[in-house]
């Protein structure tokens, strides 16, 4: 069983169009966080919620609105999107808002917009 | 702030050994390192909790200096496996390092 869960893995597709990534832990962890990597491979932080609640919003357009249903999902919504908004999403996971937890981190999707 | 990694990339012959540092201008009360091969997620190496700590995996190790706000990880006979990026990650604000691109050739 995946610990950390994304889909889908890859998505191309138009600017202007709306597109969801979603992402689901089986570890029992309380926080979910979603970062972006670009293509320098710098890692930031968007988001992160602790057992559903929003903790961490960053300098992240409005157009990025997460969703998290219950504590094992945390989904990605990107309205309009545009040419910079091509990246790996990565989601992860851990245990705790103490900041001690190691980041559990699934396989990343990879945007495309063309 | 993100912390500061140094050097930002490394070439090393099978055997040798390299420093990665990081440091912040943000307290650190904890310490990550990650490492990500090409084309995967980051994996998680160890975590340093305490200031002055050290801790190792296989013949990775970590140090920590919480007064000084840097953390530094030692690869020693470096094995083909340990290419890939290494990220600090100061817990304090979940930021990572810029990462430090590590190539080891045979």
């Known amino acids: 069983d995946t610990a950390v869960s994304q889909t889908p893995k890859y998505l191309v597709t138009q600017m202007g169009n709306d597109k969801s990534i979603k992402c689901e832990q089986n570890?029992?962890?309380?926080?979910m966080y979603w970062y972006k990597q670009d293509s320098k491979k710098f890692l930031k932080i968007m988001f992160s919620y602790n057992n559903k609640e929003l903790i961490i919003n960053e300098t992240v357009p409005n157009r990025f609105s997460p969703k998290s249903p219950d504590k094992a999902h945390l989904n990605l919504h990107i309205n309009s999107l545009e040419l910079g908004d091509s990246a790996v999403y990565f989601c992860?996971?851990?245990?705790?808002?103490?900041?001690?937890?190691?980041?559990?981190f699934g396989e990343g999707s990879r945007l495309t917009v063309l | 702030q993100q912390p500061v990694q140094s050097p930002q990339a490394v070439i090393l012959r099978e055997g040798e050994d390299a420093v990665i540092n990081c440091s912040s201008s943000k307290a650190l009360y904890s310490v990550h390192w990650y490492r990500q091969k090409h084309g995967e997620a980051p994996v998680f190496l160890m975590i340093l909790l305490k200031g002055g700590e050290q801790k190792g995996h296989d013949k990775i190790s970590a140090s920590f200096n919480e007064k000084k706000q840097q953390s530094s990880l030692y690869l020693t006979a470096s094995q083909l496996s340990y290419s890939g990026t290494y990220f600090c990650y100061n817990n304090n604000d979940m930021r990572f390092g810029a990462g430090t691109r590590l190539t080891v050739k045979p």
């Open positions: 570890l029992g962890h309380d926080t």
């Open positions: 992860a996971s851990s245990q705790g808002h103490s900041h001690t937890g190691e980041l559990f």
